[in-house]
């Protein structure tokens, strides 16, 4: 039976009275609650609604356009509030049927109370708007009210006053109109919900009142809403156009924090995750069903397996965030599969981008301020890194962007925020992503015959931020290429079955999820504390003797906890053992000796990676610069004569070469110029 206005009103004031109870009703103590607080709205859940009234929940749901201010109305009554207090009624948890995805909105949800869920990719500055419009008669300064109840503003007619009765010109009388705040957003769909490279798609929501700037770029939403519908502009013949452009008229929102854990898992998920859980080799079967279809690079896989499970990020208690993700960095020749890989995680990872090199802007990764083209005001809109927020950022090739859009990164790597201060908007965004990257040598290929440290064409300031660096290169070696060969022929072959993983994507992405959503405080044993320090001192103390390379940083010792932290959440256990640490070592070794082994003393040097260069080319660079200095001074500084240069460093057993290399290098930078041909000085400082 259809409720009109008036019955609507007295269903909802005894639904908040007596609602479940009337000796306890969950409604009233809540409007009381508002009263203390000094609070607008209340929020209604509405599966109560369901449970109190089914077939007013269903006309609620179903011709909200007529009925959804009466909630409010009854809400003012009951409230009891001075007339002037504006107070709404606002719901939550719709029916699943009424749980629709942002690409599944069609015609037929016009005008209907939808629910959506989505990431707020844009926000738009807050505007007042008009509800109740005073106009003052020009004529006869009598005040007529207009209330505003659609985006096209309304102006009298005629006076209302008999003695008048004329049309105008009326004037707004600003001071005794009535106001409230407005905000537009743009959602796009979850990344989650966007597996095999779907466009997302976008859905505009005007907020209006106290629940105004609560979302901010990259925050997940859950918006409950009428949908309505603007017709679009006019044609190149002057007529309206038929088609209409969409939007929700938000009537609540709600923030998710920790969206990756709150998808739904059955009792019989959690059954079969804790049987894999309490299996021994847990941690290897998850590594070997990470990119079946790549053979080897066990390793590579070990490390991006850990990284989808990650660490809790740390609070310390003056405020300082210490990061729980891991960023790896994948460096290798063409075709061993690098590519494959991000792709793989960024099917498998229950929240994550995947964005590639040239394709790549700063502004992309991270925010951007744009122009706002309804408005013509600036607005902030979220980048990859934001919208990936407790995720995995897939960046692919990302040695062909421009080093300009690469250093934008580094904040999000390190604090896990982005800070915009363009246009008039300062504002810190949310980017607590992982990164797992991808990049190719310099030159296209390793060369055997140089430092690999050398060949990686990123700056030590982003390579330094990275916990794991691997070097992938593709040397021909007979008994491995007949392993490769023969599992690239079952793929293409009906001996598929044969390389089956363990464990498939979902079962992966569901372990990851209850891992996550279970294991929140992990610990370090006594055992594992003592295994960590006795590393960090053994390997550090290779480092104390004079002009020997530093081997290790803090820095590193944070990457090692981490990992360590991830492979004990990976067992779904809160508690990291010695075994963890071990194996996490193990891990690092492999790394650090292939990209930050020193070529010429085989001693491992941090600085490979933090500097770009081996402690012994940095001495070098020294002699080669002391040189320059002594022979400049032997020459009255009228500088040092090129061929004298390269005969001394020849005597410090410096090849020709590699002075060569340098004095480019330090004359590119500005530190030695050539006051004359064949004559270099040293800038000074």
């Given at each position: 039976?259809?409720?009109n206005?008036?019955?609507v009103?007295?269903?909802?004031?005894?639904f908040?009275?007596?609602?479940?109870?009337v000796?306890?009703p969950?409604?009233?103590k809540?409007?009381?609650?508002?009263?203390?607080?000094?609070?607008s709205?209340?929020y209604?859940?509405?599966?109560?609604?369901?449970?109190?009234?089914?077939?007013?929940?269903?006309?609620?749901?179903?011709?909200?356009e007529?009925?959804?201010?009466?909630?409010?109305?009854?809400l003012?009554?009951?409230?009891?509030?001075?007339?002037?207090k504006?107070?709404?009624?606002?719901?939550?948890?719709?029916?699943?049927?009424?749980?629709?995805?942002?690409?599944?909105?069609?015609?037929?949800?016009i005008?209907?109370?939808?629910?959506?869920?989505?990431?707020v990719r844009?926000?738009?500055e807050?505007?007042p708007?008009?509800?109740?419009?005073?106009?003052?008669?020009?004529?006869c300064?009598?005040y007529?009210?207009?209330m505003?109840d659609?985006?096209i503003?309304?102006?009298p007619v005629t006076?209302?006053n008999p003695?008048c009765?004329?049309?105008?010109?009326?004037?707004?009388?600003?001071t005794?109109?009535?106001?409230?705040d407005?905000q537009?957003i743009?959602?796009?769909?979850?990344p989650?919900?966007l597996?095999?490279?779907?466009?997302p798609?976008i859905m505009?929501?005007?907020i209006?009142?106290?629940?105004?700037?609560?979302?901010?770029p990259?925050?997940?939403?859950?918006?409950?809403?009428i949908?309505?519908?603007v017709?679009?502009g006019?044609?190149?013949?002057?007529?309206?156009?038929t088609?209409?452009?969409?939007?929700i008229?938000v009537?609540?929102?709600?923030i998710k924090?920790k969206?990756?854990?709150?998808?739904e898992?059955?009792?019989?998920?959690?059954?079969?995750?804790?049987?894999?859980?309490?299996?021994?080799k847990?941690?290897?079967n998850i590594?070997?069903?990470?990119a079946?279809?790549?053979?080897?690079?066990?390793?590579?896989?070990y490390a991006?397996?850990l990284?989808?499970?990650?660490?809790?990020?740390r609070?310390?208690?003056d405020g300082t965030?210490?990061r729980?993700?891991?960023?790896?960095l994948?460096?290798g020749?063409?075709g061993?599969?690098?590519?494959q890989?991000?792709?793989?995680?960024?099917l498998?990872?229950?929240?994550s981008i995947?964005?590639?090199?040239?394709g790549?802007?700063?502004?992309g990764?991270t925010?951007a301020?744009?122009?706002?083209?309804?408005?013509?005001s600036?607005?902030?809109?979220?980048?990859?890194l934001?919208?990936?927020?407790n995720?995995?950022?897939?960046?692919?090739?990302?040695?062909k962007?421009s080093n300009?859009?690469?250093s934008?990164?580094?904040?999000?790597?390190?604090?896990?925020?982005?800070?915009?201060?363009k246009a008039?908007?300062?504002?810190?965004?949310?980017?607590?992503?992982?990164i797992?990257?991808?990049a190719?040598?310099k030159?296209?290929r390793?060369?055997?015959?140089?430092?690999?440290g050398?060949q990686?064409?990123?700056?030590?300031?982003?390579l330094s931020r990275f916990?794991l660096?691997?070097i992938?290169t593709?040397?021909?070696?007979?008994?491995e290429?007949?392993?490769?060969a023969?599992?690239?022929?079952?793929?293409?072959?009906n001996?598929k079955q044969?390389?089956?993983?363990?464990?498939g994507?979902?079962?992966?992405?569901?372990?990851?999820?209850?891992?996550?959503?279970?294991?929140k405080?992990?610990?370090?044993?006594?055992?594992?504390?003592?295994?960590?320090?006795?590393f960090?001192?053994?390997?550090?103390?290779?480092g104390e003797e004079?002009?020997t390379?530093?081997p290790?940083?803090?820095?590193q010792l944070?990457s090692?906890?981490?990992?360590?932290?991830?492979?004990a959440?990976?067992?779904l256990?809160d508690?990291?053992?010695?075994e963890?640490?071990?194996?996490?070592?193990q891990l690092?070794?492999k790394?650090?000796e292939?990209?930050?082994?020193d070529p010429?003393?085989?001693?491992i040097?941090?600085?490979?990676?933090?500097t770009?260069?081996?402690?012994?080319q940095?001495?070098?660079?020294?002699?080669?610069?002391?040189?320059?200095s002594?022979?400049?001074?032997?020459?009255?500084n009228?500088g040092?004569?090129?061929s004298?240069?390269y005969?001394?460093?020849?005597a410090?057993?410096?090849?020709?070469s590699?002075?060569?290399?340098?004095?480019?290098?330090?004359?590119?930078?500005?530190d030695?110029?050539?006051p004359?041909?064949?004559r270099l000085?040293?800038t000074?400082?």
């Amino acid at each position: 039976m259809k409720l009109n206005k008036e019955e609507v009103i007295d269903r909802f004031k005894e639904f908040y009275e007596a609602y479940p109870d009337v000796s306890e009703p969950k409604y009233k103590k809540l409007i009381d609650k508002m009263k203390i607080e000094g609070k607008s709205s209340l929020y209604i859940d509405f599966d109560d609604l369901i449970d109190f009234d089914f077939d007013l929940s269903e006309q609620l749901l179903n011709e909200p356009e007529d009925i959804l201010a009466s909630p409010s109305q009854a809400l003012k009554e009951v409230y009891g509030a001075e007339a002037n207090k504006r107070l709404t009624a606002r719901f939550i948890n719709l029916p699943p049927t009424e749980r629709i995805d942002i690409r599944d909105i069609r015609a037929v949800h016009i005008n209907k109370l939808i629910q959506v869920e989505g990431v707020v990719r844009r926000t738009s500055e807050v505007k007042p708007e008009v509800i109740e419009a005073v106009f003052s008669c020009e004529r006869c300064s009598e005040y007529i009210t207009i209330m505003q109840d659609s985006h096209i503003f309304k102006t009298p007619v005629t006076c209302s006053n008999p003695a008048c009765g004329r049309n105008g010109p009326f004037t707004l009388v600003k001071t005794y109109s009535k106001f409230i705040d407005w905000q537009n957003i743009k959602i796009q769909e979850k990344p989650e919900k966007l597996k095999g490279g779907r466009l997302p798609w976008i859905m505009d929501c005007i907020i209006k009142d106290d629940i105004v700037d609560l979302a901010q770029p990259g925050n997940v939403v859950t918006i409950v809403g009428i949908l309505k519908t603007v017709q679009e502009g006019s044609t190149k013949s002057g007529g309206k156009k038929t088609t209409f452009t969409k939007s929700i008229e938000v009537n609540s929102i709600e923030i998710k924090e920790k969206d990756i854990q709150d998808l739904e898992l059955s009792e019989e998920d959690e059954e079969k995750i804790l049987e894999l859980s309490s299996d021994p080799k847990i941690c290897e079967n998850i590594t070997n069903s990470i990119a079946p279809s790549i053979f080897g690079n066990q390793h590579v896989k070990y490390a991006v397996a850990l990284q989808l499970f990650s660490s809790e990020a740390r609070i310390l208690n003056d405020g300082t965030r210490i990061r729980g993700d891991s960023h790896i960095l994948l460096v290798g020749d063409p075709g061993v599969a690098k590519s494959q890989i991000l792709k793989y995680i960024n099917l498998v990872a229950p929240r994550s981008i995947y964005t590639s090199g040239k394709g790549t802007s700063a502004a992309g990764l991270t925010a951007a301020v744009i122009r706002d083209e309804t408005s013509g005001s600036f607005a902030l809109e979220a980048g990859a890194l934001v919208i990936a927020d407790n995720g995995i950022a897939c960046i692919d090739e990302i040695d062909k962007m421009s080093n300009e859009d690469r250093s934008s990164i580094h904040e999000a790597m390190e604090q896990q925020t982005i800070s915009i201060a363009k246009a008039g908007i300062i504002a810190t965004l949310n980017a607590r992503a992982s990164i797992l990257a991808a990049a190719n040598p310099k030159r296209g290929r390793f060369d055997s015959y140089k430092p690999l440290g050398e060949q990686i064409d990123l700056l030590p300031t982003l390579l330094s931020r990275f916990d794991l660096i691997f070097i992938l290169t593709d040397k021909p070696k007979e008994s491995e290429d007949k392993k490769i060969a023969e599992h690239i022929l079952k793929l293409h072959s009906n001996e598929k079955q044969s390389i089956m993983p363990v464990l498939g994507t979902d079962e992966i992405r569901k372990y990851a999820i209850y891992s996550k959503k279970t294991i929140k405080e992990i610990t370090l044993t006594e055992e594992a504390k003592n295994r960590l320090l006795e590393f960090y001192v053994s390997i550090r103390k290779k480092g104390e003797e004079k002009n020997t390379p530093i081997p290790i940083t803090a820095r590193q010792l944070e990457s090692l906890i981490r990992l360590s932290e991830a492979r004990a959440r990976m067992r779904l256990s809160d508690k990291v053992m010695v075994e963890d640490v071990e194996d996490i070592i193990q891990l690092y070794m492999k790394s650090i000796e292939e990209i930050g082994k020193d070529p010429e003393t085989g001693e491992i040097d941090i600085d490979m990676i933090m500097t770009g260069r081996p402690k012994s080319q940095r001495d070098k660079i020294t002699v080669i610069m002391d040189i320059i200095s002594n022979l400049d001074k032997k020459n009255n500084n009228e500088g040092a004569l090129t061929s004298e240069v390269y005969e001394e460093a020849r005597a410090e057993n410096i090849s020709d070469s590699f002075t060569r290399k340098i004095i480019d290098e330090l004359k590119q930078k500005g530190d030695v110029y050539e006051p004359r041909p064949d004559r270099l000085k040293l800038t000074l400082l």
